[in-house]
């Protein structure tokens, strides 16, 4: 048996930011994925890529 989900003010603004951007797109996953790949593509810099991103330390050999 499920439990009630308790609504989150801030997932369901995420949700229904998340929403209105489908919609501009007609619901279209391609050009909704065109859009997001525009907009990583202009925010680049901003952008932290998994080579860069600081290893953890292997503390198992110590």
């Given at each position: 048996?499920?439990?009630?989900?308790?609504?989150?003010?801030?997932?369901?603004?995420?949700?229904?930011?998340?929403h209105?951007?489908?919609?501009?797109?007609?619901?279209?996953?391609?050009?909704?994925?065109?859009?997001?790949?525009?907009?990583?593509e202009?925010?680049?810099?901003?952008?932290?890529?998994?080579?860069?991103?600081?290893?953890?330390?292997?503390?198992?050999?110590?």
């Amino acid at each position: 048996m499920m439990k009630d989900k308790q609504s989150d003010p801030v997932i369901d603004e995420i949700r229904e930011v998340r929403h209105r951007i489908s919609a501009r797109f007609d619901h279209d996953p391609a050009r909704l994925v065109a859009y997001y790949m525009e907009l990583q593509e202009q925010y680049r810099d901003r952008l932290i890529s998994p080579a860069d991103a600081k290893q953890p330390e292997d503390k198992s050999a110590a």
